[in-house]
Structures are given as structure tokens and as C-alpha cells.
């Protein structure tokens, strides 16, 4: 729709500190034109405050934020143009819903006629259509989400910023509420930063994902490798389920976990710790004997646990006294396992393109 | 005990619980029965019997005499002009002096705002008397406020600062301030900070996101106080007494005077009416326009 304004976003060295704290340690970002960013970390890691900066709330003690070619780290917010989904909303609730909408568009000194067509067909957008008179007080939460956002993009902003918009939501409407979000992205086209703390919701929206971490960037990348080749064991752990396993290197740099071979050499041999990351729903069950392989690496063990979960199922596999793998497999009769009771010895199967290999952690 | 059918389903219980209920509301009414006794004592039986004396006249016979008299002789309008005209004036500049100090105290950090709001409230444990008189010193001619003026050049000779209506002003002013001050503190300390931020990131300059969404967000609050200051106006005798110097007639001055010189309780009586109902239509008239905190008049 309005690809033509998306503009891309370049952070650089931007710090800000609280005191001691370092909130922001020197970040450096660079979001494409019509990207759709999640900033990804746990609590206090510093998203909001990074969101804070670009929309101009906060004042970083030093860096640079630009929109194209244009500075912006000494602009006042009202001059930044950009979109903005508080956390809380942030409706008026002496406006109705199309006031609310209407606002930014009034104060742009659109005609107001012209500014009816704009919210119509935000309201539209978002799925709202005809509750344009209605009080901010008699909307259900997901509706007022959408009415944040609508109100976030109708004045066509160069970038929208989204801070935990769907954390109030619960789990169906969030979920809901996701793909909508993704489905206006694509329709607007607009260069968009997303705050959130769930990594299920950022593997699902996110063209790419920063994982930040105590004020800093610890990997920014697509979904699918923060999710297949996480840098460190932070990002392991915090993005997905995995079980980590203590690697030892031999003198031919081959690493191994027990008897089995992982990896044949070590990836960076200035690193001599390393670890395997196993992802509990690359594992399968094997029937039988099999053996380690050109193609898989099979560990073996007793059951210890077995939970089902509808969709999917779990067991825990006690590989020794100190190693538990976790292993999620599907509940169809095509992926269920004859002699899976507790106490049973199985095999478990890793396919050699899923092993994840990480340094041990204060080897970097 | 089976209960099969739906129908029975649906009434068990239900003659007890609507007994339960009444119940309730008996013994609810029974709590709040010491408290309407007091009200009907001090309240009803006093304002019943102002209306019973204005519409007696001196023979003790039933009469309009009192109300003919009010609309006959033109110092009465004169008195209810004035007491409009200070009350408003006072509701004024309560409003321009307390919602900089409200909007102040509700940007303040609470632990700040504490001790700012201490300053504010300090008067009201002081007796209305003694701040009455400590503004008759401060303000009369060799008063502390001429002195200084003269001191620093203000002015040259005294300016006569009591015993009419400015003084009159500035003390009711002082007096009614936190009346005005509390409920706009109250209504803007509701007004979240990402109200303000929002509007700047819609692209409002600091200038127009007060106006379209600060002010209206804390008009409630400004509305419910400046109610207040206006009505506790109306009826206000102390400080335009001492202040005005005879200078100011309000109806509550007017009323003594007449109990004074005349001791007429008819025509007094007959006064004191004529302010209650003023002042209960201005409440409903305010009431009709605003819509007021929920703290002041219960939810709408
Ligand atoms: N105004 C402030 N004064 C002092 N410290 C602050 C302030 N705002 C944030 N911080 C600190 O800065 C760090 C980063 O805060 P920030 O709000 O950016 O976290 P976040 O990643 O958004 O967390 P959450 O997921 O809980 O919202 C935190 O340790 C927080 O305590
Ligand atoms: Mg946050």
C-alpha cells in the first residue's frame, strides 16, 4: 500500500545508562525498509527502553538512531512520524473510537471528510468496522488492541513501533491476534520494531528476530537460524526447548558425548569447550538396535517420564545418572512407539544436520 | 432429594434466597436507621422550620410578606448580584492559581508531592478566624504587604488593600484553594503518563497534547472543585465580614445585619431560602452539564 514510505532504521553505539546500570550497552542495529523486527529478551533486558529511544521517549546518553539518512537522536518525539502501540494502549478515553483514530489525522490538518475516509478504512483494516462511535470503555481488550493500532498506522508513519501489544490478551485471542498483526504488516508495508519476551510469538511474527540481552544485541537473525543456529547458550536457552550436553575433545579434535561421535572437528579450535544443543522434537525414537551412523547420532536410555499433550507427546529418556534428554514426538499412530513404558530401554535417533554445536559458556 | 424435571431445577432454592435478600436489605436499613435519625435531626427539622419562619410575618400569621419585600426593594437584588460576583470571582481565581499548583504537585514524585501537598493543606488546620485576621494584618495600610511594596519600589503611598473587595478576594481565595487543588490533584494523578506520550507520538507538540487530551482528561476534576469553591462561597460569612469591612454584602453578611439591626428571623429566614434554593440549582445545573468525578457524585 504505502511501501514507498517504509523507511529503514539505523542504530548505532546507542547507550543509556540508570545510574549504574547499563540499560542500553552501545547497541548496534540495522532494521530494513519494511522489516518486521522483534526485539526478543527477558525482563529488563532493556526492549522497552531500546523502543523508548527510537520513539523518542527517552534521551540515550550517546549513539545514533537513523531514519533512511535522517538523524533523529535529537528530534522530539511529536516530529519523529512514527507509529506507536503502547503496552497499555495509551486510548483517550474522552474520544470515541474514531476520534481516537482520527487524532493524529486532525493534527496533521487533514480535511475532514478526507480524515473519515482514513479511519473508515482503518477501522476496516483492523476489523472494526461500524464500532467507530463507541467509547474506548465499551470495547473488549482485543478490540482495544486493534483500535491502538489502527490508530498507530492510519497516519501512514515510516515506522511502527509495537511494545508488547498482545501480553494483555489471552492465549486464543493472542494467537488470533498474531496473524492479524503479520497479515497488516504485509498489507502496509511498514518498517516495524516488535517488543515482546515470548519467543513463540517472535519465532512467529519476526522477518528477523534481535535477541537482547542485559542492554546488548546477542544475535540478530531469521526465525529459523536463531532457532537452528543459536550463537550462545543464552539464545539456545532462551529461544525453544533444548537439553544441553557436555562435549569432550579429543586429539583430533573430534568431539564426543560418551562413546558417541558428534561432530568429527571442532568448529573454531580456539574454543575448546563445547556443547551439544538438542532441540526435544528433532529427536525420534527408533525402533530396535540402530547405531550411530554417517547420518545420525542414536543415544540410548531408559524412560523416565511420559506425558502426553494432545497435539504432541513427551518423554524424558535417562541417558545416565546426571544426563536426561527430553524427546517430543507426534501422538499419530505413525510416530507412537510400541514399547514406550516407563522404565524401557529405547533409542533415540538425532539426524547429524541437527546437531547444534555451542562454546561453553565464558569461552568467547 | 431427585429434582428431575428443568423447571423444578431452576426454583430450587429460590423462595429462600428471595427471603435472604429481603433479609439483607431489612437489616441494611435497620444499620443506616441512627444515621438518618441524626440527619433528620440537624439537618431536616432546622431547614424545615427556616421555611415555616419566612413565611410568617410579624403578627405570626401565614404571609409572603418577606419574599414581596425581596423582589420590591432592589438592595436585595443588589446583595445576591454581589454574592454571585464574589463567588465567582473567587471560584476564578481559585482556578488560575491551583491548576498550575494541582498539575505541579501531580508531576511532582509522590515523596515530593507529599510534602508540597502538606503546604496546601497546612491552612485548613489553622482556624478560618486566625487566617482571616493574619490577612487583615498582612494587608492593611501599614501591613506588611504595603511596607514591602513601598520598600521595593512597587508602588508609593499605601494602596488600600482591605476592607473591600480585593481583600475580600484574596482571603476567600486563600481559603477556598485546597477545596479547588484536591479533586483536580485527584482527577489529574488518574491521567496515566502514556496519555501524554501518546499524543506526542501522534504528533502533537507538547502545547496542543495539553489541550486536547491533559485538559480534558482532568476537567472532571476541575469542574467538581471549582463546584465546591463556588457553593462554599455562596454561603460564606467569615472572611468578607472581616475582610470587607461592610464593604461587601453577601447574603450571609446581609442575614446577620438584618438579625442585628432588625431582628426580623422572617426576613432573615426568608433570605437564607431564597440562598438554599440558589445554591441546590446551581448544583443541579452543574450537574446536568458535567459529569463529574465519580468520587463527588457517585457513577452515572
Ligand atoms: N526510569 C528508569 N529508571 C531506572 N531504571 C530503569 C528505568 N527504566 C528502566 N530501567 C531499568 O533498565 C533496565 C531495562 O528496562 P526495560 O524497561 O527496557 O526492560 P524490558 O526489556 O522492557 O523489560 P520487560 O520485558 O519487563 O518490559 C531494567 O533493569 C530496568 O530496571
Ligand atoms: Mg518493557
Given at each position: 500500500m504505502n511501501n514507498s514510505t517504509a523507511l529503514p532504521i539505523s542504530i548505532r553505539g546507542l547507550t543509556k545508562k540508570y545510574g549504574d546500570l547499563n540499560a542500553l550497552n552501545s547497541v548496534d542495529l540495522e532494521i530494513k525498509s519494511s522489516e518486521f523486527l522483534t526485539l526478543l529478551g527477558p525482563s529488563g533486558s532493556g526492549k522497552t527502553t531500546l523502543l523508548m529511544a527510537i520513539a523518542g521517549f527517552n534521551r540515550p546518553d550517546a549513539g545514533s538512531i537513523k531514519f533512511g539518512d535522517a538523524e533523529m537522536v535529537l528530534t522530539p518525539p511529536h516530529k519523529r512520524d512514527v507509529g506507536m502501540v503502547f503496552q497499555s494502549y495509551?486510548?483517550?478515553?474522552?474520544?470515541t473510537v474514531s476520534e481516537n483514530i482520527g487524532f493524529p489525522l486532525k493534527l496533521r490538518g487533514l480535511a475532514a471528510k478526507e480524515a473519515r475516509g482514513r479511519v473508515d478504512e482503518a477501522l476496516a483494516t483492523v476489523q472494526l468496522s461500524g464500532l467507530g462511535d463507541r467509547g474506548i470503555d465499551q470495547l473488549s481488550g482485543g478490540q482495544r488492541q486493534r483500535v491502538a493500532l489502527a490508530r498507530a498506522f492510519v497516519f501512514r508513519p515510516r515506522i511502527l513501533l509495537m511494545d508488547e501489544p498482545l501480553s494483555a490478551l489471552d492465549k486464543k485471542l493472542r494467537e488470533h491476534m498474531q496473524i492479524e498483526l503479520k497479515q497488516i504488516h504485509r498489507q502496509l508495508g511498514v518498517t516495524t520494531v516488535y517488543v515482546t519476551h515470548d519467543q513463540r510469538e517472535a519465532l512467529t511474527m519476526s522477518d528477523r528476530i534481535a535477541v537482547i540481552n542485559d542492554g546488548e544485541l546477542v544475535q540478530v537473525d531469521t526465525p529459523e537460524a536463531i532457532y537452528n543456529r543459536p550463537k550462545d547458550q543464552f539464545v539456545a536457552d532462551f529461544i525453544g526447548e533444548s537439553t544441553m550436553l557436555a562435549l569432550t575433545r579429543d586429539g583430533d579434535g573430534r568431539l564426543s558425548f560418551g562413546a558417541e561421535i558428534i561432530s568429527s572437528s571442532t568448529p573454531d579450535s580456539s574454543v575448546s569447550n563445547w556443547r551439544l544443543v538438542i532441540r526435544p522434537e528433532r529427536l525420534h525414537l527408533l525402533e530396535g538396535g540402530a547405531n550411530t551412523s554417517e547420518k545420525q547420532v542414536v543415544f540410548r536410555g531408559r524412560v523416565t517420564e511420559y506425558v502426553f499433550q494432545g497435539e504432541t507427546a513427551f518423554a524424558l529418556v535417562a541417558l545416565n545418572d546426571t544426563t536426561i534428554l527430553s524427546v517430543r514426538f507426534g501422538t499419530g499412530a505413525g510416530s507412537r512407539l510400541r514399547s514406550l513404558e516407563l522404565g524401557a530401554l529405547v533409542s533415540v535417533g538425532l539426524m547429524r544436520e541437527d546437531v547444534i554445536l555451542i562454546p561453553e559458556e565464558g569461552q568467547m | 432429594m431427585p429434582v428431575s424435571p428443568d423447571i423444578e431445577k431452576s426454583s430450587l432454592h429460590s423462595q429462600e434466597l428471595q427471603s435472604q435478600k429481603k433479609r439483607e436489605e431489612w437489616m441494611l436499613l435497620g444499620l443506616s436507621l441512627p444515621a438518618i435519625f441524626v440527619i433528620a435531626l440537624v439537618v431536616i427539622l432546622p431547614v424545615g422550620w427556616l421555611f415555616y419562619l419566612s413565611f410568617v410575618d410579624s403578627q405570626g400569621s401565614f404571609s409572603f410578606e418577606h419574599y414581596q419585600k425581596m423582589v420590591e426593594y432592589k438592595s436585595y437584588a443588589r446583595v445576591f448580584i454581589a454574592t454571585f460576583k464574589v463567588s465567582a470571582l473567587t471560584t476564578l481565581i481559585c482556578v488560575a492559581l491551583g491548576y498550575p499548583i494541582a498539575y505541579f504537585l501531580a508531576a511532582l514524585p509522590s515523596r515530593w508531592s507529599g510534602i508540597f501537598m502538606l503546604a496546601v493543606l497546612l491552612p485548613f488546620w489553622t482556624s478560618l478566624l486566625v487566617r482571616t485576621y493574619a490577612w487583615l494584618v498582612l494587608l492593611q495600610r501599614k501591613g506588611l504587604l504595603n511596607d514591602l511594596a513601598i520598600q521595593i519600589g512597587l508602588w508609593d503611598s499605601p494602596v488600600k488593600l482591605v476592607h473591600n473587595m480585593t481583600g475580600t478576594l484574596i482571603g476567600m481565595a486563600h481559603i477556598m484553594l485546597p477545596f479547588l487543588v484536591l479533586p483536580l490533584y485527584g482527577a489529574m494523578k488518574k491521567i496515566e503518563p502514556d496519555m501524554m506520550q501518546a499524543a506526542s507520538n501522534l504528533g502533537a507538540s507538547p502545547v496542543r497534547a495539553f489541550c486536547s487530551i491533559y485538559l480534558p482528561l482532568s476537567v472532571s476534576g476541575l469542574a467538581a472543585g471549582s463546584l465546591i469553591v463556588f457553593v462554599l462561597c455562596l454561603g460564606f460569612y467569615v472572611t468578607p465580614a472581616v475582610l470587607g469591612g461592610g464593604r461587601v454584602v453577601m447574603v450571609a453578611t446581609q442575614i446577620t445585619a438584618i438579625l442585628e439591626h432588625q431582628f426580623d428571623w422572617g426576613a432573615a429566614s426568608a433570605l437564607g431560602v431564597v440562598l438554599l434554593l440558589a445554591t441546590v440549582l446551581v448544583l443541579y445545573l452543574a450537574g446536568r452539564f458535567f459529569k463529574f468525578d465519580t468520587a463527588l457524585f457517585g457513577k452515572r
Open positions: 495509551a486510548l483517550f478515553p474522552h474520544m | -
